[in-house]
């Protein structure tokens, strides 16, 4: 029979993932493997009394399922085998004089999950079950400490922050959230309250978020969180391997800054940005944008070799960050519990109002997005990594209708003055037009290039502007 009328026979199982063994007379040896691989990975079906040659599956049945059933029960709840005790869920199911058991694995709280000793750990992929990496038995240990990590102390005093960074949060802090009453505290008092420090060291959090950047290499040794524009929608069609490339940052909260101005620039955005690097305006796909950025900082697996990372292609935007989510995500969306790796840096982020909690966030990203796209995000929570997708190319039907839409006032009447003078130049139109700067009109005259407005004939010096479609 083949796999669909397999699981059709047997209904009232959900079939997350599974895996048979003929296991007619004794329980093979390869089934700890899968028991590793469905505890470590996420969960699965192991069904004894089954047989698979190549996609085609045979119900052989076990001739002592008691027998068969206790041993396999007994072993993994008794801590004898495994390095954790597993308590799987079983059923039984008879066809004709055919008995086949079906065990549930767990996804383990405690990874890695191993036999006999911890070379033994295993992983499930799509090909089955594989022997796990260092790395990656590495990583699921760290994962032990999930969510607490970066409450940990350093041996850094407050010396080891970088008060230029220190200065942003607070200025960022009274113009975005004024009411909150960290607003009213000292410095000392807001690094208790933020638990930047505690009983006088910084702790891993507050030197991430706030730290010089040699006193964080001190810690880890290759602290980075890496920014690539490529020009191409693949590695394979770009002519180089990128056109820019980020300069290293002191910490998180400057990585930010440097990051999130670079993203506003690869979508359409009808307004100005303040001097803070906030909108005037707030769109729900710029906070999608905002919010998938803020997520991958704060759920960022620091300790890992690979590195945080934002590539920025001619069609999407993938965000990349070591570290797998505690729960896979449609369980942390329907959720309103708040599981982030770096609790502590995700306070930092909320208090001044760039993060919403776990489940919430997601939906910000999701729901956000498709309000400037039909594409959906595409989210993978692999086992040692978040990676996520936004496509930014849209339907022609939805750019021209944002397009007209979007046009701002100000970007109206640069439209009408190059009509009449083409040959502008931007500190003119800073010049003529109220309230923007030269920043400005450049942010203006980039953005009216992108929604296909405007278009640059011949060099900066020397050329003009050709109007391609004037709005009423």
Not at 233 to 256: C, G, H, K, V
Not at 257 to 280: C, N, S
Not at 332 to 348: F, H, T, V, Y
């Amino acid at each position: 029979m083949t796999k669909e009328q397999l699981i059709k026979r047997l209904q009232d199982i959900e079939w997350e993932d599974f895996e048979v063994k003929r296991a007619q007379k004794a329980i093979p040896k390869n089934s700890w493997e899968t028991v590793s691989a469905f505890a470590n990975t996420g969960g699965g079906w192991l069904i004894f009394g089954v047989s698979q040659k190549g996609n085609e599956y045979s119900i052989n049945g076990v001739t002592d399922p008691e027998k068969i059933e206790q041993s396999f029960v007994t072993t993994l709840r008794s801590n004898q085998k495994f390095n954790v005790r597993i308590d799987p869920i079983c059923k039984k199911y008879i066809f004709e004089e055919n008995t086949v058991l079906a065990f549930y694995i767990t996804v383990s709280a405690r990874k890695p999950v191993y036999y006999n000793n911890v070379k033994n750990t295993f992983i499930r992929t799509a090909s089955g079950d594989q022997r796990a990496t260092q790395a990656e038995i590495d990583a699921m240990y760290r994962d032990q400490a999930f969510g607490t990590k970066d409450r940990e102390s350093t041996t850094y005093n407050t010396d080891a922050l970088d008060p230029k960074s220190i200065k942003r949060y607070r200025n960022y802090l009274s113009v975005i959230n004024a009411s909150h009453p960290y607003n009213l505290s000292s410095v000392d008092e807001l690094f208790q309250k933020l638990q930047v420090t505690k009983e006088g060291k910084v702790t891993i959090a507050g030197l991430l978020f706030f730290g010089q950047a040699e006193k964080i290499e001190e810690l880890i040794a290759d602290f980075r969180i890496d920014y690539f524009e490529i020009p191409g929608t693949s590695l394979d069609d770009a002519p180089e391997r990128y056109s820019f490339r980020l300069d290293q940052q002191q910490n998180i909260f400057e990585y930010y800054f440097a990051i999130y101005p670079r993203l506003l620039q690869k979508i359409d955005i009808p307004f100005k940005m303040t001097a803070e690097g906030m909108a005037t305006e707030e769109l729900l796909h710029v906070q999608a944008l905002r919010e998938a950025l803020v997520n991958m900082l704060m759920h960022a697996d620091y300790f890992c070799t690979s590195k945080p990372r934002v590539r920025v292609f001619t069609d999407h935007i993938e965000f990349y960050n070591p570290g797998g989510l505690p729960k896979e995500l449609k369980m942390l969306r329907e959720s309103d519990i708040s599981q982030p790796r770096n609790p502590l840096i995700a306070k930092m982020f909320r208090v001044i109002k760039l993060a919403e909690t776990a489940g919430y966030g997601f939906d910000k990203i999701f729901k956000g997005w498709s309000t400037y796209v039909d594409d959906d995000p595409i989210y993978i929570n692999g086992l040692d990594y978040v990676d996520l997708k936004l496509t930014t190319q849209k339907t022609t039907q939805k750019t021209t209708q944002n397009t007209t839409q979007n046009t701002t006032q100000k970007q109206r009447e640069i439209l009408n003055y190059l009509i009449e003078h083409p040959k502008a130049s931007r500190k003119e139109l800073a010049g003529v037009i109220n309230g923007i700067t030269e920043g400005g009109v450049k942010y203006n005259l980039n953005a009216l290039q992108k929604k296909g407005l405007l278009k640059r004939i011949g060099p900066d010096k020397g050329g003009h502007w050709e109007v391609i479609h004037e709005e009423d």
